[in-house]
């Protein structure tokens, strides 16, 4: 025991001994010992009458708040969308019917798919379908592939390389190079299908 610990004993013994006989004997300010006395009196105060009624230890504890850790939060789950496609701009409104029509052909329902525009950072997803060597320069600068070749996106995921819609139609409408331009494309995007889980025997033909 310090020389303070046995200071702080007298005085408090000297301050009960006070409380027995009526009469003040210790020479101290009485105001610092006003929040001492309304503590001795909570404690000291019997606990209230009733099934729901609690203890004065339990009453001033319950201000204090549990001292319980909070549980650990849950991660988020991320949504990773089956099929990401990529291009540099919004479609136009002959690009935009043809890109429906694609999408129509490949069998994609709500949540299967998704479409972005513009270079900025790519949603999660199984597989990337780059439409498009402008969509390409965008989220891979200095990146090259022929259409219907595999890369990856600075992500990690697969990215299939294909044609925009918008080149498709730059042919005349029917035309031998428009065929073939579809043919590849369908091809390709089969494969893609394919990796993300999604290809079915009952899949569309050649949009």
Aim: charged share 20%.
């Amino acid at each position: 025991m310090t020389a303070l610990d046995a200071i702080l004993d007298g005085f408090e013994s000297a301050l009960e001994l006070e409380r027995e006989l009526g009469n003040r004997i210790v020479p101290c300010d009485r105001k610092l010992l006003a929040p001492l006395e309304e503590a001795s009196q909570v404690l000291a105060s019997p606990p209230l009458a009733g099934a729901g009624a609690k203890t004065p230890s339990s009453r001033i504890l319950g201000n204090l708040g549990s001292l319980e850790a909070p549980p650990p939060a849950k991660p988020r789950a991320t949504n990773l969308v089956p099929i990401l496609f990529v291009h540099h701009r919004p479609f136009t409104e002959r690009a935009q019917a043809l890109m429906d029509n694609i999408i129509k052909a490949m069998k994609l329902g709500e949540g299967q798919y998704q479409v972005v525009f513009g270079g900025g950072p790519l949603p999660p997803a199984k597989v990337c379908v780059v439409l498009g060597s402008n969509a390409l320069v965008q989220i891979m600068p200095g990146g090259a592939c022929q259409p219907g070749s595999w890369t990856k996106t600075p992500s990690g995921a697969d990215a299939l390389v294909t044609y925009s819609p918008e080149f498709i139609l730059r042919f005349s409408e029917g035309s031998e190079g428009q065929k073939e331009c579809k043919r590849k494309m369908w091809a390709s995007l089969k494969s893609a299908l394919s990796r993300a889980g999604l290809l079915t025997p009952t899949t569309g033909k050649t949009p």
